[in-house]
């Protein structure tokens, strides 16, 4: 038996008429740039979440980084982010020249807003939460800091396409939002794409300038811009799979709740859900006991299990030069050393979750 983290192969296996149809349909038409089936793809995106407008780009980390763009973010300026997220969060901020300032974790991997307030400076220009695993943060407490010394935000919802925190889908708490459709995203594309949410007419004209080499017209050129384009494919493979969001995200927190009901080890913590929000359940991401020695045990029997991510994010090597130290984030090293990511797919039975949960069971029973 074979578990993994993500089925991709089941999925084609599941969607395969579907998607060679949308395919043959694209490549038939001879176009694969700029179509009306993106601009379709972002009019979708938009009514899913609230939001006013949408851009599509090719990734989450150009989304972040053309946020950050938009609204004026330049070199020595801060931003503030969370110490547990990958490295595109950092990579962002610091490819605008920016500096990225960290902020310590809670229990739940999110951000800890209570500690944003005393990082706070002349030099901080925006906040930039991270909905990591698609579980929201606290955006009332993020709003009100940035109310109140006059800040940017920026979601980083590359986890929380279909995450809601008191009834708004993420990106409705900022002055815009970025989301990834990598593969092993729930929303996801058959190679990497993205796009950012706003409600901001003039940051979205300014991106979707950027994006296409800052063309306004096929010989007018209004700024220096980069590529950064969602092709035809990507951009109606996702309107597909927008459709099965929902139904994909139900199946997800059953079979969370079915890991919750078999793992009968002590040694597993969950992380539950806060009442005012509603997770997209990107990652199934639990803390555990001797957690390298029961990844190994668990690869050993055929489950696939995750590390997201084993090192917070001022324990790398580009981090350095902004002077962190182990020791500095000490709830982010801590869950770090503990976190790992069980398979949830929407494809594995309870059968499988029964095993995947006997093993975890097994092997706790065996350290005693």
């Known amino acids: 038996m074979k578990i993994e983290i993500v089925d991709l192969k089941k999925r084609y296996e599941d969607e395969r008429k579907e998607i060679l149809k949308i395919i043959d349909k694209v490549l038939k038409k001879g176009h694969l740039v700029m179509t009306p089936e993106v601009s379709e793809f972002e009019k979708k995106i938009t009514n899913y979440t609230g939001s006013k407008y949408c851009c599509s780009l090719n990734s989450g980390t150009d989304a972040l980084m053309m946020a950050l763009w938009a609204l004026g973010v330049k070199k020595n300026d801060e931003v503030i982010t969370s110490s547990l997220s990958f490295v595109a969060t950092a990579?962002?901020?610091?490819?605008?020249?920016?500096?990225?300032?960290?902020?310590?974790?809670?229990?739940?991997?999110?951000?800890?807003?209570?500690?944003?307030?005393?990082?706070?400076?002349?030099?901080?220009?925006?906040?930039?939460?991270?909905?990591?695993?698609?579980?929201?943060?606290?955006?009332?407490?993020?709003?009100?800091?940035?109310?109140?010394?006059?800040?940017?935000?920026?979601e980083d919802s590359a986890q929380a396409m279909g995450s809601y925190y008191k009834n708004k889908h993420s990106g409705k708490f900022s002055d815009i939002s970025a989301f990834s459709c990598h593969p092993l995203k729930n929303l996801n594309a058959l190679g990497d794409g993205g796009f950012i949410t706003t409600d901001n007419k003039k940051i979205y004209e300014k991106i979707k300038l950027y994006k296409n080499h800052g063309m306004s017209g096929r010989d007018q050129v209004d700024v220096f811009g980069v590529n950064s384009r969602l092709d035809t494919i990507h951009a109606s493979i996702l309107s597909f799979r927008l459709l099965k969001l929902k139904k994909l995200i139900a199946k997800r927190k059953v079979n969370i709740s079915l890991y919750k009901k078999y793992i009968l080890t002590d040694k597993i913590k969950f992380i539950d859900d806060s009442?005012?929000?509603?997770?997209?359940?990107?990652?199934?991401?639990?803390?555990?006991?001797?957690?390298?020695?029961?990844?190994?045990?668990?690869?050993?029997?055929?489950?696939?299990?995750?590390?997201?991510?084993?090192?917070?994010?001022?324990?790398?090597?580009?981090?350095?030069?902004?002077?962190?130290?182990?020791?500095?984030?000490?709830?982010?090293?801590?869950?770090c050393k503990k976190v790992l990511a069980l398979p949830h797919n929407q494809y594995i039975t309870e059968k499988q979750i029964k095993y995947v949960s006997s093993k975890i069971n097994n092997f706790y029973k065996s350290l005693k």
């Open 91 to 154: 990579g962002a901020i610091a490819h605008i020249g920016a500096k990225p300032v960290l902020i310590d974790v809670n229990e739940n991997l999110n951000i800890n807003c209570d500690l944003i307030e005393k990082k706070i400076n002349k030099k901080t220009r925006v906040i930039m939460p991270v909905h990591w695993t698609g579980r929201m943060c606290d955006m009332d407490k993020v709003n009100y800091l940035a109310k109140k010394y006059d800040l940017f935000i920026i």
């Open 275 to 335: 009442t005012d929000s509603k997770s997209s359940y990107t990652i199934f991401n639990v803390l555990c006991e001797y957690r390298d020695e029961l990844k190994n045990y668990l690869d050993q029997n055929g489950i696939q299990s995750l590390i997201y991510y084993g090192k917070p994010l001022h324990f790398h090597k580009p981090m350095k030069k902004y002077g962190y130290k182990v020791g500095d984030y000490p709830k982010a090293e801590q869950l």
